[in-house]
């Protein structure tokens, strides 16, 4: 067991989470929830550049104007892939900065997912054709039982724009208006939504993660078209290789210079895949948890983590740590809220503070950890992100961008209603069948989707 921790540890310190202070001990490992040291092993994980630009970007109203510059400034390509990819006034400000730079000669190509947004594929079909954008969907809904075919349950949910291999912008808003929700309509209140625009070393991987995706949609879209050409091809072993490597996603190589060595901004981009990086989104979360010695804030408007996240969580607490956790007040889809509710006496009785932001809907995918780490992408803590869907952050070591969340975070918390125990127990009636019927669910769900292992 000596042996197993200090290997965990060790992976820990290779992910650039964060370490105690001088003056504080070493937090604990408790004997609870090691369940998750194998994967130390096995799976990929952080790695990070330094000398990078990080600016935080809270929703679209600051992020598409930035978008929308280096768009118009593009002299190259522009590689963009998004869950949704809407029709409103916001969103199509961007389609026509990705019109007009294909019109000045520049390579533009977009990959939006088929369920997501499957009510708009026709149009932006329509639009980006007639300007020579080029777009491909990332496994398409035609009709019912397209949800019959394996995989279907795992989606693109990356948001992911890079102009010109210079500046990228990765986080959890998509294409669309801030107060406007795809089956609650149009909202006095924007949401809650958080990205990042980022430059220097850190851009490299996220657009090779953008071309790889955009590869991904293409083949499935023309599988059967691009396996005649391959087969006519003069040299289909040599043109078999160059598809392989247009698929794989970002090479994971490990660090020349320790962290502590790396200038600031140190940065780096995480991905969760159904291939090698199933759960380093995962990793990165759980171990800068088990690192943290004074605060945890943590936003997610879709709770519902496995046994190693929430162990991690309560240990943290227990251990003397302030832990927040920001989630739905203003639900969208009840079964997500009341999944997350299940959770609530467990995590508020080891002393976890439970927020529910109530002024408008919640989407943020956001985390700090005392004063330096932080994180900022499109994974929720539930079993669709952290084991099924293609998911992007971006993992930042740095003070002055750790404080600027936590001014987010502070801010939010002030809006929200606490939850307090007694207003838990009120809530789950039912309790233990509520939560046994949600785990079936999950199970289930999981289970049809082709993940497989205990979660």
């Not at 994980?45 to 600016?55: I, Q």
Request: net charge positive.
């Amino acid at each position: 067991m000596r042996r197993r921790t200090r290997d965990r540890l060790n992976l820990d310190e290779q992910q650039g989470v964060p370490e105690p202070s001088g003056d504080s001990p070493a937090p604990p490992q408790a004997a609870e929830g090691v369940s998750l040291d194998p994967l130390a092993r096995v799976v990929p994980r952080a790695m990070f550049t330094g000398g990078n630009d990080v600016r935080l970007k809270r929703g679209g109203d600051e992020l598409f104007p930035a978008m929308l510059e280096a768009i118009e400034a593009a002299r190259h390509e522009i590689w963009l892939a998004t869950y949704i990819f809407n029709d409103d006034p916001a969103a199509m400000r961007i389609a026509k900065a990705l019109c007009d730079a294909a019109a000045r000669g520049v390579q533009v190509k977009v990959v939006a997912d088929g369920f997501g947004s499957r009510t708009k594929i026709a149009g932006l079909r329509e639009l980006f054709r007639a300007t020579n954008v080029g777009i491909s969907v990332f496994r398409p809904i035609h009709r019912w039982w397209n949800w019959l075919q394996p995989g279907q349950l795992r989606r693109l949910h990356q948001k992911l724009c890079v102009v010109d291999g210079e500046v990228a912008f990765v986080g959890g808003i998509n294409i669309i208006d801030d107060k406007l929700d795809q089956n609650h309509g149009w909202s006095e209140e924007p949401r809650l939504d958080f990205a990042v625009q980022v430059r220097g070393p850190v851009v490299k991987p996220i657009e090779q993660a953008c071309k790889a995706v955009w590869t991904r949609a293409q083949l499935g879209e023309d599988f059967k078209e691009e396996m005649m050409a391959l087969a006519r091809a003069a040299e289909p072993v040599a043109r078999a290789k160059r598809l392989l490597k247009r698929l794989r996603m970002p090479t994971l190589k490990a660090a020349k210079t320790k962290l502590t060595d790396l200038a600031p901004v140190r940065a780096a981009f995480v991905l969760r895949d159904n291939l090698r990086r199933r759960r380093t989104i995962e990793r990165s979360y759980i171990a800068a948890i088990r690192k943290a010695t004074t605060r945890i804030d943590l936003a997610s408007p879709y709770f519902y983590p496995g046994g190693g996240f929430r162990t991690a969580l309560r240990q943290a607490a227990r251990r003397g740590v302030q832990v927040r956790l920001l989630l739905q007040g203003k639900l969208d889809y009840r079964i997500a809220g009341l999944a997350a509710r299940t959770l609530y006496n467990e995590l508020l009785a080891a002393g976890v503070h439970i927020y529910e932001y109530t002024p408008a809907f919640l989407h943020a995918k956001v985390a700090l950890t005392d004063h330096e780490w932080a994180t900022v992408g499109s994974s929720n803590i539930d079993p669709l992100s952290l084991l099924l869907n293609l998911e992007a952050n971006i993992v930042v070591r740095d003070p002055q961008f750790n404080a600027q969340l936590r001014e987010e975070f502070d801010r939010a918390f002030a809006a929200s209603m606490e939850v307090v125990p007694a207003q838990a127990k009120r809530r789950l009636v039912e309790g233990a069948l509520t939560r046994g019927f949600i785990a079936w669910i999950a199970h289930v769900y999981l289970r049809i989707a082709g993940a497989t292992g205990k979660y």
